[in-house]
Nanobody, 124 residues
Framework: QVQLVESGGGLVQAGGSLRLACAVS????????MGWFRQAPGKEREIVASINWSGGRTYYSDSVKGRFSISRDNAKNTVYLQMNSLKPEDTAVYYCAADSRRMPESSDYVMDYWGKGTLVIVSS
């Protein structure tokens, strides 16, 4: 059973930074593409960033490009999302997800495994 546990969320002022982590257990993440998604209140879930199995290719949504950075440490079975220059519109529950088929680049892509999410609140 693959389990994903997100951490690092919290309350931050606009312009600040947070680093989310996604710890994976049950299987090595080296075989999985990983993604970060988010869902704000009253809105649909959207993709934020994704990374292929080796870390050699990444994708970012236009809304976070240049501010967020996704990375992975396969030895630690962990994926990270560094979030800089945070804006109030970044407020959401952030979910980590894993997929064995390909690196997601759309919000409606159905990943194999999901975490339960971590809440990020950006105050103005």
């Amino acid at each position: 059973q693959v389990q994903l546990v997100e951490s690092g969320g919290g309350l931050v002022q606009a312009g600040g930074s947070l680093r989310l982590a996604c710890a994976v257990s049950g299987r090595s993440i080296s075989s999985y593409a990983m993604g970060w998604f988010r869902q704000a209140p009253g809105k649909e879930r959207e993709i934020v960033a994704s990374i292929n199995w080796s870390g050699g290719r990444t994708y970012y949504s236009d809304s976070v490009k240049g501010r967020f950075s996704i990375s992975r440490d396969n030895a630690k079975n962990t994926v990270y999302l560094q979030m800089n220059s945070l804006k109030p519109e970044d407020t959401a529950v952030y979910y980590c997800a894993a997929d064995s088929r390909r690196m997601p680049e759309s919000s409606d892509y159905v990943m194999d495994y999901w975490g339960k999410g971590t809440l990020v609140i950006v105050s103005s």
